[in-house]
């Protein structure tokens, strides 16, 4: 490489971070002689381990291991902490706005690149359903996990603290929404939690509370194969979990799930986890798209159609090379963090004038975890459930979060957590922390729009 070579990542996610790592590792006699500039643009200054979410809504792990410090991580590479809103691939810049822009009042920069990697990830595809963006919560970020155990303990409290019975069983009846991997993970860790969290309230019982799945097709957690999820429906069945399949949420408001069945059921808590839709900053690129709104990569993960652009994760449309022709790789964990690597060795390989390689993954199987001690499987075309699919869950996603502080405080996290009790603390006032002070001011508490105080 005779000139510095400038590489812009969009996104601090699995292909973010994982590519970015990849490249400290090939590039770096490169790096070391400045012949090489690597600029991470993410709107959190981690990345984060979304497996986890579950198992930290539930408290059996802290929020603050769900996640990995960008900056400690890729400390050869820039970090810039901010949105990138638009990109001009044909004059090689992006616009984008960091924490400063507000007070500086200077409006968006621009900053140029030679080699650009996209990997914005994807958002909650929402639809225009009347209350859904008054009243519901997704559960992508760890933010959302966090502020979801603390609302549904505080639902708890509601309910074992009012005498008006409209109240406790609104309070008491959870809803969630859509039948994947992020809905049934979480539903099956909250209920448990909310479980266990019942023995310690005096006028609660697990049996006041209603628990509801609501998917639109006729099955959950299809990566698990068929077997595995009317195995999955009928365990959590067994938990009085209502799994309503075949059935759209119509409406929410004034706080009511409204079923494409008819059914009604008062509730405070709708989450919503009914699928992902690309990033909106591909919109505005002058890069190609397929109908979906994702970028149309090569099986090499370039961008098609355009030079020194490279895509991978839910933002990409990759080519699998394993299936029959048309098929795309899944936009999920497991592919996007093995792109992630090919991706950072072929971006390297371009830049020494090497050949590419070309991205080939065999599918493995999917683990999901139904709660504490249950879970289900599918690895290598053996079918697991209960306790084995369990622990299989836990040693597989130890084994893939990344650095080996996080494997080490996880593992030592639920060491602990198979000793001692569960917690059982809201802290609400997180969400809030100026509340008490604005009170004590003078001022009125802020509230939360979901039902939380």
Known sequence: ??????????????????????????????????????????PDPYMTYQPFLPE????????RHVVVPLRRVLHRCRIVIGEVRSIDHAKRTATLTTLAT???????????????????????????IPGLADYAIGFKTVEEAIGLRNHVIEQMDIASSTRDPAIRDAALTFV????????????????????????????????????????????????????????????????????????????????????SDGARFPTRTVVWTAGVKPHPVLA????????????????????DGASHAWAAGDAAAVPDVTAEPGKETAPNAQHAVRQAKVLGDNLAHTLRGEPLETYSHKYVG????????????????????GYPAWFMHRVYHLSRVPTFNRKARVLAEWTLAG???????????????????????????????????
């Not at 970015?20 to 991470?40: F, H, M, N, S, Y």
């Not at 930290?56 to 929020?63: E, N």
């Not at 909310?194 to 609501?214: C, F, G, Q, S």
């Open 284 to 303: 505005a690129t002058d890069l190609p798209l397929n109908e979906r709104g994702r970028l149309k990569c090569t099986p090499q993960l370039t961008v």
């Open 56 to 63: 930290a809504a539930a408290g059996s792990i802290s929020p």
């Open 102 to 128: 507000e007070e500086e009042g200077a409006g968006a920069e621009q900053i140029t690149y030679d080699e650009l990697v996209l990997a914005p990830g994807s958002v909650s595809r929402t639809l225009p």
């Open 176 to 259: 969630f929404v859509g039948g994947g991997y992020a809905g049934v993970e979480a539903l099956g860790e909250l209920e448990d939690m909310a479980r266990y969290t019942a023995r310690y309230y005096h006028n609660l019982k697990p049996e006041d509370m209603k628990w509801i799945l609501v998917e639109a097709s006729d099955r959950i957690l299809p990566e698990v194969g068929e077997e595995m999820g009317r195995y999955t429906v009928s365990q959590l069945r067994r938990r009085n979990i209502e799994v309503r399949l075949e059935t759209r949420l119509n409406s929410c408001a004034d706080r009511v799930a409204v079923l």
């Open 419 to 453: 000793l001692f009790k569960r917690e059982i603390v809201s802290l609400g006032s997180l969400e809030h922390p100026r509340a008490e002070f604005e009170l004590a001011a003078g001022g009125k508490p802020p509230t939360d729009p979901k039902g939380s105080s």
């Open 1 to 42: 490489m005779k000139e510095r070579a400038r590489i812009l990542i969009v996104g601090g996610g699995y292909v973010g971070m994982y590519t970015a790592l990849r490249l400290q590792r090939q590039l770096k006699p490169e790096l070391k002689r400045g012949e090489v500039e690597i600029t991470v643009v993410s």
């Open 366 to 385: 999917s683990v999901a975890s139904l709660g504490l001690h249950k879970g289900v499987a599918y690895v290598y075309g053996r079918k697991l459930r």
